[in-house]
T-cell receptor, first 112, second 115 residues
Framework: DAGVTQSPTHLIKTRGQQVTLRCSPK?????VSWYQQALGQGPQFIFQ???????QRGNFPDRFSGHQFPNYSSELNVNALLLGDSALYLC???????????FGPGTRLTVT | AQKVTQAQTEISVVEKEDVTLDCVYE???????LFWYKQPPSGELVFLIR??????QNEISGRYSWNFQKSTSSFNFTITASQVVDSAVYFC????????????FGSGTRLSIRP
């Protein structure tokens, strides 16, 4: 039973560039949530996707956008990267939003 | 507003000692869910437990136990006879019943178990 997978593992980008992170949910799960975890802090909720629509959004600017595909996988896009966007980006999946979320290993993004 | 506070930034104990990680939460909802996650050095968050606001029974799972007290808005986590493999960052988290999805995490407690 495959768990949540994310790609790539690590990524280095330059300020002003754009990045796309990918997530495949745990088998049987239909809901994907994205979190940003800065160094030494707890994860911060970015948004959640269900039935290919953004269900809820945290306090993140419009530079952060996402998408969910019919197979439930998801992408997180960040435009006009800032140094402060450097963080571990975690994807979590669940069966409907009400259940516990299972996290992937994360993508570590470094912006220089 | 919802908030989770983990006042202990770092804890270091010798192997086989018992250790308790504190968690205090704030919410206006009467229905909510509390979680504990473990984050080892690899970075992946590992789900440990979920407790809903209507179930104040304490829970024990092997060396792990959780004490949920609504009167003090606390959801503390105790590891009995700690082991080196327990070394990790532990996060307490809250999801309000009125929020379909958003989980609020505390800032985490870094636990180091010395051999």
């Amino acid at each position: 039973d495959a768990g949540v997978t994310q790609s790539p593992t690590h990524l280095i980008k330059t300020r002003g560039q754009q990045v796309t992170l990918r997530c495949s949910p745990k088998s049987g799960h239909d809901t994907v949530s994205w979190y940003q975890q800065a160094l030494g802090q707890g994860p911060q909720f970015i948004f959640q996707y269900y039935e290919e629509e953004e269900r809820q959004r945290g306090n993140f600017p419009d530079r952060f956008s996402g998408h969910q595909f019919p197979n439930y996988s998801s992408e997180l896009n960040v435009n006009a990267l800032l140094l402060g966007d450097s963080a571990l980006y975690l994807c979590a999946s669940s069966l409907a939003a009400a259940e516990e979320q299972y996290f992937g290993p994360g993508t570590r993004l470094t912006v220089t | 507003a919802q908030k989770v506070t983990q006042a202990q930034t770092e804890i270091s104990v010798v192997e086989k000692e018992d250790v308790t990680l504190d968690c205090v939460y704030e919410t206006r909802d009467t229905t909510y869910y509390l979680f504990w996650y473990k984050q080892p050095p690899s970075g992946e968050l590992v789900f440990l437990i979920r407790r809903n606001s209507f179930d104040e029974q304490n829970e024990i799972s092997g060396r792990y136990s959780w004490n949920f007290q609504k009167s003090t808005s606390s959801f503390n986590f105790t590891i009995t006879a700690s082991q080196v493999v327990d070394s990790a960052v532990y996060f307490c988290a809250l999801r309000e019943g009125s929020s379909a999805s958003k989980i609020i995490f505390g800032s985490g407690t870094r636990l180091s178990i010395r051999p």
